[in-house]
């Protein structure tokens, strides 16, 4: 692979991050935090290969021109230009077992006002699991996360909760009990309204506390903009 192709790669490759970076398509691989550094990435990969390209045509006399076999690998580039991955979804949750909850180490704080109030699930498994719903007791829930499949069949919500991108990400999962039928395919986003359960249930996977949640009402909803948790 000769130089021009080597810059053009690494063109279309900088182009694809600017791409994600400037767009909210970015939030499906990594956390919101790391944008300014992907612009950044993704110009200096650009920038690179303008210089690349100039030097090269500069001096085409001077090098020796290799197999155009080598512009082939060209086509996975623009693939990823092209075609954007999706974030993770229920096929990973179906997969892996539930995050292990880490004990906090104290007391947790008292949940916002609203009725119901809305909760991320993480937040809402630790309260159950290490404070055993003390600071859950008496409100109404809000839950949102997307349908996945219990080992009997029965519908469970989940979040991915990742620390850095995609690549470390594991599911956060919630069991569902009473209340009407969620009626929604697995991957489908749905809003759950509720209350605090006793019920603790195990993830054959890895043998994780899963919470559970008594449901009131449910409905479906537009994936947000930050899937991640």
Not at 110 to 117: A, H, K, S, T
């Amino acid at each position: 692979m000769n130089r021009q192709a080597q810059a053009v790669v690494l063109l279309l490759f900088g182009g694809a991050i600017l791409k994600v970076s400037l767009t909210d398509l970015y939030l499906r691989y990594v956390k919101e935090g790391l944008r300014p550094l992907l612009i950044v990435a993704g110009a200096v990969l650009v920038a690179a290969a303008v210089m690349t390209l100039w030097y090269s045509w500069r001096n085409s006399d001077d090098h020796h021109h290799e197999p155009r076999v080598g512009w082939l690998l060209i086509l996975p580039v623009l693939g990823l230009l092209l075609v954007a991955p999706p974030a993770l979804g229920s096929y990973t949750a179906d997969r892996s077992g539930t995050l292990p909850i880490g004990d906090a180490g104290s007391d947790y704080p008292p949940l916002p006002e609203g009725d119901p109030v809305a909760v991320g699930l993480l937040d809402y498994a630790s309260r159950v699991v290490y404070d055993e719903g003390r600071s859950l007791a008496g409100r109404r829930l809000k839950l949102t996360g997307f349908v996945t499949t219990a080992e009997n069949g029965a519908p469970m919500i989940a979040r991915i909760v990742v620390s850095c991108c995609a690549a470390d990400g594991r599911p956060i999962k919630v069991g569902l009990e009473g209340g009407p039928v969620i009626d929604a395919p697995a991957g489908a986003w749905v809003q759950i309204t509720g209350v605090y359960s006793t019920t603790l249930g195990k993830d054959p996977v890895n043998q994780a506390d899963i919470a559970y949640l008594k449901v009131e009402q449910w409905q479906p909803v537009t994936p947000p903009k930050q899937q991640y948790e």
